[in-house]
Nanobody, 117 residues
Framework: QVQLVESGGGLVQAGGSLRLSCAAS????????MGWFRQAAGKERDSVAA????????YYADSVKGRFTISRDNAKNTVYLQMNSLKPEDTAVYYC??????????WGQGTQVTVSS
């Protein structure tokens, strides 16, 4: 079992920055692909960014390319999402996910990000 706890969300003005953290416990996540997802009110949960277990491959949704950066520190069992130039449309609950295939998928409880205009 992997437990994931997100932190770093909050209220920020448009153009501001936040850094989300996803701290894992229970098992090492060094062999898990990690991802950040978000779900706005009344909408489906969408993928925002992902990073391979070694950190050498990343993925970003078109809507966040050039503004968000995903990174990981396997020694700290933590994944980060640096969010810059935030927009009101980035407002959502942000979730962290660990996935190593074969059905081993774990989610955090989410952290709220609210961007005011």
């Amino acid at each position: 079992q992997v437990q994931l706890v997100e932190s770093g969300g909050g209220l920020v003005q448009a153009g501001g920055s936040l850094r989300l953290s996803c701290a894992a416990s229970g098992r090492t996540i060094s062999n898990y692909g990690m991802g950040w997802f978000r779900q706005a009110a009344g909408k489906e949960r969408d993928s925002v960014a992902a990073i391979s277990w070694g950190g050498d491959n990343t993925y970003y949704a078109d809507s966040v390319k050039g503004r968000f950066t995903i990174s990981r520190d396997n020694a700290k069992n933590t994944v980060y999402l640096q969010m810059n130039s935030l927009k009101p449309e980035d407002t959502a609950v942000y979730y962290c996910r660990a996935d190593r295939g074969l059905g081993y998928v774990y989610w955090g409880q989410g952290t709220q990000v609210t961007v005011s205009s």
